[in-house]
C-alpha cells in the first residue's frame, strides 16, 4: 500500500530554536499534502494545505511566518516551526494526496517537545 | 467553513455489544466521509468511508451510514472486541484525498 514518511518522529529542542520536518510519500507523486495539529487527548486541526510549486493555504489562526510550508518536490513537504515556544509542543501529522487513487494517507506522526 | 460534530465523546461496551457513533457536518458541499482510528501516539487509520452517492457501506463488523438531507453519518461497530478499543475520528471533505476536518474524536472502550 502507500506510504507516507515523516521525520524525525521525535524531536526534542530548546525554546526559539527552529524545528524542520520532513513528510515525503515513497510511492506516488503527490501533488498536495496537508499538515494536521494534534494536541494531547484532542482532534487533528488542519493547519495547511500544500501544493508543490506554489504557496501554502494556511487555515485560520495559524501563523505562516511561524509555521513554514515548502512543498519544493511532488514527494517532499517539509513543515518548520521557527522560534518554536513550549505551546508549540505537539504532535505534527503530515497526509499525501494520491491523486491516481483520490485518497489521503497519513504519514506516522512526528512529537515536537519545546523545553 | 466546515465544521463537524461527534458524540459521544467517550463510550464504553461489553464485549459483543454494538458501539454506534454519531456525526454531524455543517457544509452541504461536504461529499467524502471517512472514519479513522487512532491508537494512542499513531497514525489515524482508515477504517471506512462514504461517499455522498451512497447511503449505507458495510465492511465486515463495521458500517457506515449517511443522511445528507439531515447532514448526518454514523459509524456502526458489531460484536465489539477488546482490540476495538482506541480513539476514532470522523471527518469530511468537498471531495476524497482534499483537506479533511474531523470532529472531536470518540474514545471507545470495550470490556471483556
Known amino acids: 500500500g502507500a506510504v507516507v514518511s515523516q521525520h524525525p518522529s521525535r524531536v526534542i529542542c530548546k525554546s526559539g530554536t527552529s524545528v524542520k520536518i520532513e513528510c515525503r510519500s515513497l510511492?506516488?507523486?503527490?501533488?498536495?499534502m496537508f499538515w494536521y495539529r494534534q494536541f494531547p487527548k484532542q482532534s487533528l486541526m488542519l493547519m495547511a494545505t500544500?501544493?508543490?510549486?506554489?504557496?501554502?493555504?494556511?487555515e485560520q489562526g495559524v501563523e505562516k511566518d511561524k509555521f513554514l510550508i515548502n512543498h519544493a518536490s511532488l514527494t517532499l513537504s517539509t513543515l518548520t516551526v521557527t522560534s518554536a515556544h513550549p505551546e508549540d509542543s505537539s504532535f505534527y501529522i503530515c497526509?499525501?494526496?494520491?491523486?491516481?487513487?483520490?485518497?489521503?494517507?497519513f504519514g506516522p506522526g512526528t512529537r515536537l517537545l519545546v523545553l | 467553513g466546515e465544521n463537524v460534530e461527534q458524540h459521544p465523546s467517550t463510550l464504553s461496551v461489553q464485549e459483543g455489544d454494538s458501539a454506534v457513533i454519531k456525526c454531524t457536518y455543517s457544509?452541504?458541499?461536504?461529499?467524502?466521509f471517512p472514519w479513522y482510528k487512532q491508537e494512542l501516539g499513531k497514525r489515524p487509520q482508515l477504517i471506512i468511508d462514504?461517499?455522498?452517492?451512497?447511503g449505507e457501506k458495510k465492511d465486515q463488523r463495521i458500517a457506515v451510514t449517511l443522511n445528507k438531507t439531515a447532514k448526518h453519518f454514523s459509524l456502526h461497530i458489531t460484536e465489539t472486541q477488546p482490540e476495538d478499543s482506541a480513539v476514532y475520528f470522523c471527518?469530511?471533505?468537498?471531495?476524497?484525498?482534499?483537506?479533511?476536518?474531523f470532529g472531536k474524536g470518540t474514545t471507545l472502550s470495550v470490556s471483556s
Open positions: 497526509s499525501a494526496r494520491d491523486p491516481v487513487k483520490e485518497t489521503q494517507y
Open positions: 510511492d506516488f507523486q503527490a501533488t498536495t
Open positions: 500544500s501544493n508543490e510549486g506554489s504557496k501554502a493555504t494556511y
Open positions: 457544509d452541504s458541499a461536504s461529499n467524502y
Open positions: 462514504i461517499r455522498s452517492n451512497v
Open positions: 471527518a469530511a471533505s468537498y471531495q476524497a484525498g482534499t483537506a479533511l476536518i
